[in-house]
């Protein structure tokens, strides 16, 4: 991405380094020098330090130059000095390609949109299943212990199959394997909506009357909800990795689309649900024209998930060149990672070839590649995040939607009309929840881009050699400090406290547990629990977040061996390890899922009088 050269160390106006030259062209140095100090990270608002040489010579980093100049400062007599850092090629000095901002904004806003469309497409299928239980009920009338339980079959098969292949994906593979597996995802699950869009055409009078085909319909059920399950892990892990290597913007986008298919199904819910004097004055044909509309919107949001996810991995990578070009400038469309065709894998995943990340090009030094962190290296850098994402969905989960749905407060409000109001607050304020970091983001950003000729430095004080912002220049609040990732992980664990809330507070349909005292007045109230439904929400939808875009701009500290030996460095991930720790957090997430869904059956046995 990035040439640097700096010139002696002595005092005066140091000579102009050809960021051209080859290594021969550079003059033997009489001894060898120690191993030199470099910036290491792909960006340069977090620089970082490696090694501690004695004297400064000439280094280059990545295959390109860096446009403009840069000043240095000695450490002996803080005499200024500024080096021209050559620009590179077919590129103007100070500038960036013409309309590169214009082009780098119109297709961030355009993926963005599609990634929030592919968020949607994750989640709405399954919220559609689960809003249509009085259908499902009569189509399993025949049988009433399948009648009265199917929703909890349904909701433990669809978590089993979205873990088990979670796990699954985690796997290595090619990256044509990866997206051969990732298009069959999207079209199965396409076809298991499309047969019960059919199954909910062709019963108009409710299910079979014999038993023996209310079993066999079940369990083709149950197949589809499996299918289904496993195809929203597939998609969501790989979704995820492509998010993580691009931009925490993408993730971010996707995690909104997820709640926005909450509110979009709740409300439809809230709006469809035919009332009892409905039901008995229309009969069935009111619970089927509502459960068509629920699966027909599922099979045309996923249809249009799968064409725009064809072009998607090439346009988030031209994208990411285009973001490289915007951040440095001039800088050259190089990066820490070598440039990659269009065909290369979004996941991460190593193909036939493993690329050079840092090359040779000048002077006495060449750095080294960095090596690539193990699952298990990654998962101890990102542990916090991890450990936060699990303990966010498992609190969220134990409450919503078990403890929600049974919400019976006093007043002259209707219960039923309290869970559902309760059920469109959740979705609401989780999609709030979820854009609050954007929007902080935004609030910090910079009003200016970096500047090279003025705002890049290059640090020589105690012989270090390191590339940084000047103090004009433009800055953005760190994103993923050890700072960061301890506080996501304690507010995390303070929100366990909305558990027991809801229990004590909240009176509720089922009869109250002896053990518990009568629900306080002012917590009784209608008002107090949907307060509470907005506070679990929002700070899950934050959580979220914060977790789950953070995590991939963690910094790590690792040892890389040179021709001058060893040194530890301090570095972001390069965009292989950002793809698994999207995996990595996507299974975290699921796991918190399936955590809170077992869980949800001991919150509702602690708030409710046994059976």
């Known amino acids: 991405m990035d040439s640097m050269a700096n010139g002696p160390a002595s005092a005066g106006a140091g000579p102009v380094v050809d960021p051209y030259a080859t290594a021969s062209s550079t003059p033997a140095s009489p001894a060898a020098p120690p191993a030199p100090s470099?910036?290491?990270?792909?960006?340069?608002?977090?620089?970082?330090?490696?090694?501690?040489?004695?004297?400064?010579?000439?280094?280059?980093?990545?295959?390109?130059?860096?446009?403009?100049?840069?000043?240095?400062?000695?450490?002996?007599?803080?005499?200024?000095?500024?080096?021209?850092?050559?620009?590179?090629?077919?590129?103007?000095?100070?500038?960036?390609?013409?309309?590169?901002?214009?082009?780098?904004?119109?297709?961030?806003?355009?993926?963005?949109?599609?990634?929030?469309?592919?968020?949607?497409?994750?989640?709405?299928?399954?919220?559609?299943?689960?809003?249509?239980?009085?259908?499902?009920?009569?189509?399993?009338?025949?049988?009433?212990?399948?009648?009265?339980?199917?929703?909890?079959?349904?909701?433990?098969?669809?978590?089993?199959?979205?873990?088990?292949?979670?796990?699954?994906?985690?796997?290595?593979?090619?990256?044509?394997?990866?997206?051969?597996?990732?298009?069959?995802?999207?079209?199965?699950?396409?076809?298991?909506?499309?047969?019960?869009?059919?199954?909910?055409?062709?019963?108009?009078?409710?299910?079979?009357?014999?038993?023996?085909?209310?079993?066999?319909?079940?369990?083709?059920?149950?197949?589809?909800?499996?299918?289904?399950?496993?195809?929203?892990?597939?998609?969501?892990?790989?979704?995820?990795?492509?998010?993580?290597?691009?931009?925490?913007?993408?993730?971010?986008?996707?995690?909104?689309?997820?709640?926005?298919?909450g509110v979009l199904v709740s409300t439809l819910h809230y709006v469809l649900t035919p009332s009892p004097e409905q039901v008995l004055s229309r009969g069935f044909i009111s619970l089927q024209a509502s459960t068509i509309l629920y699966f027909g919107i599922s099979v045309l949001v996923l249809a249009a998930c799968l064409v725009f996810y064809l072009p998607l991995a090439r346009a988030v990578r031209r994208h990411q060149t285009a973001s490289s070009l915007t951040i440095w400038g001039a800088a050259s469309a190089d990066s820490l990672t070598s440039s990659r065709s269009d065909d290369d894998d979004e996941t991460g995943a190593p193909d036939e070839e493993q690329t050079t990340l840092l090359t040779p090009v000048s002077g006495t030094f060449a750095a080294p590649p960095p090596l690539l962190l193990t699952r298990w290296e990654l998962t101890r850098a990102i542990w916090p995040y991890v450990v936060a994402t699990v303990w966010t969905f498992t609190v969220t989960l134990s409450v919503f939607p078990g403890l929600i749905v049974q919400m019976a407060p006093t007043g002259s409000i209707a219960s039923g009309t309290v869970v559902a109001w309760g059920l469109i607050m959740f979705n609401v304020f989780d999609t709030i929840g979820r854009t609050t970091p954007d929007i902080a983001a935004w609030l910090r950003r910079p009003r200016r881009k970096v500047e090279p000729e003025n705002d890049l430095l290059v640090d020589n004080d105690d012989n270090d050699v390191v590339l940084l912002l000047s103090d004009d220049a433009p800055r953005t609040v760190p994103h993923a400090s050890k700072q960061h990732a301890r506080n996501t992980l304690a507010q995390s664990l303070l929100r366990t406290m909305l558990i027991p809330a809801f229990i004590v507070l909240v009176p509720l349909r089922l009869p109250r547990h002896p053990m518990l005292p009568p629900a306080p007045e002012w917590g009784a109230t209608p008002a107090a629990a949907l307060t509470l439904v907005a506070l679990l929400a929002g700070s899950s939808g934050y959580l979220a977040t914060r977790a789950l875009t953070a995590a991939p701009e963690i910094v790590v500290e690792v040892e890389t061996v040179g021709p001058f030996g060893s040194a530890r460095v301090e570095r972001g991930l390069v965009d292989a390890e950002k793809g698994l720790v999207g995996r990595i957090m996507t299974l975290a997430l699921l796991t918190g899922l399936t955590l809170g869904a077992i869980g949800s059956y001991a919150v509702l046995g602690a708030a409710t009088a046994p059976a």
């Open 38 to 261: 470099l910036v290491f990270h792909p960006n340069p608002t977090h620089p970082v330090i490696i090694g501690t040489p004695r004297r400064s010579s000439g280094y280059t980093i990545g295959s390109a130059g860096l446009a403009g100049t840069a000043r240095a400062r000695s450490t002996a007599g803080r005499t200024s000095r500024t080096h021209t850092i050559g620009s590179a090629a077919g590129m103007p000095t100070g500038g960036s390609p013409a309309h590169g901002d214009e082009q780098q904004r119109g297709v961030s806003k355009t993926l963005v949109a599609v990634f929030c469309l592919q968020g949607i497409g994750m989640l709405l299928p399954w919220n559609a299943l689960i809003s249509a239980p009085e259908f499902f009920a009569s189509q399993f009338a025949a049988v009433p212990s399948i009648a009265d339980t199917f929703s909890n079959a349904f909701a433990v098969v669809y978590m089993v199959a979205d873990l088990l292949f979670t796990v699954f994906a985690l796997v290595p593979m090619k990256k044509s394997t990866d997206r051969r597996l990732t298009i069959t995802a999207f079209v199965v699950n396409a076809l298991v909506f499309s047969a019960f869009l059919a199954l909910a055409c062709m019963s108009p009078d409710g299910g079979p009357h014999d038993p023996r085909d209310t079993f066999v319909l079940f369990g083709s059920i149950l197949v589809g909800v499996f299918l289904s399950g496993a195809s929203t892990a597939i998609v969501q892990m790989h979704l995820f990795a492509l998010s993580s290597r691009a931009h925490a913007q993408f993730t971010s986008a996707m995690l909104v689309g997820q709640a926005l298919s």
